[in-house]
Each structure stands twice: as structure tokens, then as C-alpha cells.
Antibody, heavy 122, light 108 residues
Framework: QVQLVQSGAAVKKPGASVRVSCRAS????????MHWLRQAPGQRLEWVGW????????RYSQNIQDRVTITWDASASTGYMDVSSLRFEDTAVYYC???????????????WGQGSPVTVSS | SYVLTLPPSVSVAPGKTATITCGGN??????VHWYQQKPGQAPLMVIF???DRPSGIPERFSGSNSGNTATLTISRVEAGDEADYYC???????????FGGGTKLTVL
């Protein structure tokens, strides 16, 4: 079965860090990248960043680039997104998705994980 | 930065046709992708590259793109089509995606 399976919900205090994982099952990333997006309550989708799983190249949204790190463990077919120095406004559902290698194509996000809610609360 | 504009809501009776527009400056020169998102679920691609439909998506879903407007059309609307719909393009620099604000489709 083709799917991206994400880690569960997390509740963190401001200033803490969070790691969200995304395991690919039955889905290859040849010619594609793993992207991370988020959606705050009642808001539109916002792109966070991506990783080229073939060579580890990454790129991040300017909105969060100083606090986010995306990695890929090929042996586990699992991607990770780490966000540090969490703020209240980081409260959102975080999604991983298979998408294009940025700059190479304009492909869509064709497969999505189920989402991982992250709540930042004191 | 590039901006995509969608109506906040569209209402349609069952069996009728729903039309959701996505406005952007010369959007006809870009490739537009559409996603359906039901409450508590991840987005699902329903149209890609303006007019293509992924396997498993009913033929009732179709898309077009010209000038300053891309359109998602849902024919013979069913209750199960009730969801938020988003359009998406890639920024002209090609280095990040742009999403519209989403349209809530209500089936009366």
C-alpha cells in the first residue's frame, strides 16, 4: 500500500523543539523530493521546506529557515522535520508530501501524509 | 510575491454543477494543481497540470486555465464533494509553491 505515515500529535512549550517523522511505504522518491507543509487552524497551506532524498539538498521557507531542519534516512525510508525555538504561531498540522525537485519541474504534491498536529502552549 | 485568489465559499445543490475559480496574474501561463481537503484529512490532489485527473478521481472533476483565471468544475455534485478546495502553482522563480486561500464547497 502506497502511503506516507507520520508521527503522532505533540504538545510543546514555547522555546522547545519538536521532531516530526514521515515514513514512506510502497512509495519511491526517485525524481521526487519530500516536502513539508503546515496548516494553522483555519488558515491556508504553507510550505515549510523540502529535501532531495537523492543527495540531501534542502531548501527552506524564509519564514522559518532559521529554526527548521529537514533530514532523510534512506535506510528507514523516513524523513524528519525538526523545528526549534517553538512559538505559539507554530501551532499547526504539519504534513509531509511527495513533490517535485524544486526548480526542476512544476509537478504537484501527489501523495500526502496524514498530518501531525503540533500545539505550542504554555 | 505571487497571489492566488479564490472565493471563500461556494454553495451548490446536489446534482448541479459547482465552479470554483482561482485568480492570478497571467495564471494561464502557469501550471495549476487543485486539491480537495475534507475536515480532519490531508489534502488530496484532484486535478494536476490544469486539466489532468489522477486515477481514482471521478470524471465529474475537470479543470481549465486561461488568462487570469483557472477553474475547477465539479459536475453532478454529490454530498461527498463537500470540502475545502485549494489551487496551487509554483512561484515564478520556481523555488516555492503558492497556495490560494481555499474555497469551502457546501452542498445544499
Amino acid at each position: 500500500q502506497v502511503q506516507l505515515v507520520q508521527s503522532g500529535a505533540a504538545v510543546k512549550k514555547p522555546g522547545a523543539s519538536v521532531r516530526v517523522s514521515c515514513r514512506a511505504s510502497g512509495l519511491g522518491f526517485n525524481g521526487h523530493a519530500m516536502h513539508w507543509l503546515r496548516q494553522a487552524p483555519g488558515q491556508r497551506l504553507e510550505w515549510v521546506g523540502w529535501i532531495n532524498t537523492a543527495n540531501g539538498d534542502t531548501r527552506y521557507s524564509q519564514n522559518i529557515q532559521d529554526r527548521v531542519t529537514i533530514t532523510w534516512d534512506a535506510s528507514a525510508s523516513t524523513g524528519y522535520m525538526d523545528v526549534s525555538s517553538l512559538r505559539f504561531e507554530d501551532t499547526a498540522v504539519y504534513y509531509c508530501a511527495r513533490g517535485p525537485i524544486v526548480g526542476a519541474t512544476t509537478h504537484p504534491f501527489d501523495f500526502w501524509g496524514q498530518g501531525s498536529p503540533v500545539t505550542v502552549s504554555s | 510575491s505571487y497571489v492566488l485568489t479564490l472565493p471563500p465559499s461556494v454553495s451548490v445543490a446536489p446534482g448541479k454543477t459547482a465552479t470554483i475559480t482561482c485568480g492570478g496574474n497571467n495564471i494561464g501561463s502557469k501550471s495549476v494543481h487543485w486539491y480537495q481537503q475534507k475536515p480532519g484529512q490531508a489534502p488530496l490532489m484532484v486535478i494536476f497540470y490544469d486539466t489532468d485527473r489522477p486515477s481514482g478521481i471521478p470524471e465529474r472533476f475537470s479543470g481549465s486555465n486561461s488568462g487570469n483565471t483557472a477553474t475547477l468544475t465539479i459536475s453532478r455534485v454529490e454530498a461527498g464533494d463537500e470540502a475545502d478546495y485549494y489551487c496551487q502553482v509554483w512561484d515564478s522563480t520556481g523555488d516555492h509553491p503558492v497556495f490560494g486561500g481555499g474555497t469551502k464547497l457546501t452542498v445544499l
